[in-house]
């Protein structure tokens, strides 16, 4: 969706290394939601962000949305090789509407 | 994880045959989806429901059809398969709350149509 920019669209790094993925919206966000997907499988739901300079954490992967509510970004620390797969950010622009996505970023972490 | 089945995951098959991709959930979501998805990485969401007797196309243009009998069950239905059809199909749900709409993927369906 052009609403919805990622970026990179691609990525590899070093295990062990730090990386972030960028998010960003035309529109101001109801909520952002970040997706894994590993090729050929269905989309695993990481973390869902609503309030102005929330961040969320789980294990080595942590979610900020920004205070203007339309970019946010996903950190990784300490990369490994089960990181890999595509990250998918998805938008909500008005309470229940339907989610928007981003075109993806595919990471590759190289053992 | 949550509960939302996909059948079959790879199909391959003729052109002009009819095919149904089947998707149920067992979290009595009122919400379901349909994505395509292209090799580049996007979903296009190509049909939804609200609940039952509800569905609605969705942003991308489809050939396919859908029906929501049941709450649990959204089959996907393309009446004459091209080779234009093929892509990857996720199918999605939600409950229907206040809070957001983080939705529950399947695993998804890979058609490939000769």
């Known amino acids: 969706s052009q609403e919805l920019e990622q970026s990179p669209q691609s990525l590899i790094v070093q295990e062990g290394k730090n990386l972030t993925i960028n998010c960003t919206s035309s529109?101001?966000?109801?909520?952002l939601y970040w997706y894994k997907q590993k090729y050929g499988e269905g989309l695993i739901f990481l973390m869902m962000?609503?309030?102005?300079?929330e961040e969320k954490s789980h294990e080595k992967i942590t979610a900020k949305l920004d205070e203007k509510k339309q970019q946010s970004s996903l950190h990784i620390t300490a990369s490994q090789p089960s990181h890999a797969g595509i990250y998918l950010c998805g938008a909500e622009h008005n309470a229940g509407n339907m989610l928007t996505f981003g075109g993806g970023t595919r990471l590759m972490v190289k053992p | 994880e949550a509960d939302i089945y996909q059948t079959p995951r790879y199909l391959v098959i003729g052109t002009g045959k009819k095919i149904t991709l089947e998707c149920s959930q067992t979290m009595g979501h009122d919400k379901m989806y349909w994505y395509q998805q292209d090799p580049g990485m996007e979903l296009h969401l190509i049909h939804y429901s609200y609940g039952v007797n509800s569905t609605e196309k969705g942003d991308l243009s489809s050939e396919s059809t859908v029906s929501r009998i049941r709450t649990e069950h959204f089959p996907l239905t393309l009446e004459s398969a091209r080779p234009s059809h093929t892509s990857q199909y996720l199918c999605a749900s939600s409950p229907n709350l206040p809070t957001g709409e983080t939705q529950y993927f399947g695993p998804g369906t890979r058609l490939l149509v000769l």
């Open positions: 962000l609503q309030k102005g300079g």
């Open positions: 529109k101001t966000l109801y909520g």
